[in-house]
Structure formats: structure tokens, C-alpha cells
Nanobody
Framework: QVQLVESGGGSVQAGGSLRLSCAVS???????VGWFRQAPGKEREGVAV???????ANYADSVKGRFSITVDNAKTVYLQMGSLNVEDTAVYYC??????????????????WGQGTQVTVSS
């Protein structure tokens, strides 16, 4: 019903930028699509999510002012990442939910997941 395909990961030096893309294919209505990340030995955490119409976005405090999430015709979700630091190193996953949530950045409540893309920031 829902397919999410990420692209755009890679390696960058601290202070640099990267843009991630998530191609969204869906036959059902989604409430949010966005990005989560998981670093080695850590739990998966929400980074930024957006409503399919692009009106509402939610960001983790750790990325506010550095990352920006946008959506293009509800087909592609972008995560523009700037001022990257080594703590941003993780596998980044695109995810979507059909649920109405109190906390839109809570990973366990997302129904659909992409395969992930590695982002590595070096000092």
C-alpha cells in the first residue's frame, strides 16, 4: 500500500550539508511523512516530519534551525540538512503514518518504513 524509497545519503565533513529524498508511493491517506534516524547503540529517534500537503512540520529540538523538511506534490519528501556535526551520523529512515498522534516524532507509531540511508559526518 505504501512504498518509501530513500536516496541522498553519504559522507560529509562537519559543517557541511546534505539533502535526503524520499519517494512516496501510496494508495492510502497518510497523516505524516518524515525522517527518523538511528545511530549505533541508540534508539531510533524522530528528526522531522511533515503533513502531505506541506502545511505542518514538526522538528526535533536537536535539528531546529539546521534541518528543513519539505514535500513536493505529496510525492517526494526532502530533508535539507545543514551545519552537520558528528552527532548527526546515523542511518536515516523515511517513515509514514496513517495514525493521528500526540507526538508526531514517536517512531513506534509509524506504520511504514523505508530501508534507510547512511549519513556519516566526519570531524
Amino acid at each position: 500500500q505504501v512504498q518509501l524509497v530513500e536516496s541522498g545519503g553519504g559522507s560529509v565533513q562537519a559543517g557541511g550539508s546534505l539533502r535526503l529524498s524520499c519517494a512516496v508511493s501510496t494508495k492510502i491517506e497518510l497523516n505524516r511523512v518524515g525522517w527518523f534516524r538511528q545511530a549505533p547503540g541508540k534508539e531510533r529517534e524522530g528528526v522531522a516530519v511533515i503533513s502531505p500537503d506541506g502545511v505542518i512540520a514538526n522538528y526535533a529540538d536537536s535539528v531546529k534551525g539546521r534541518f528543513s523538511i519539505t514535500v513536493d506534490n505529496a510525492k517526494t519528501v526532502y530533508l535539507q540538512m545543514g551545519s552537520l556535526n558528528v552527532e548527526d551520523t546515523a542511518v536515516y529512515y523515511c517513515a509514514a503514518t496513517t495514525r493521528n498522534l500526540v507526538n508526531w516524532l514517536a517512531a513506534p507509531w509509524y506504520n511504514y518504513w523505508g530501508q534507510g540511508t547512511q549519513v556519516t559526518v566526519s570531524s
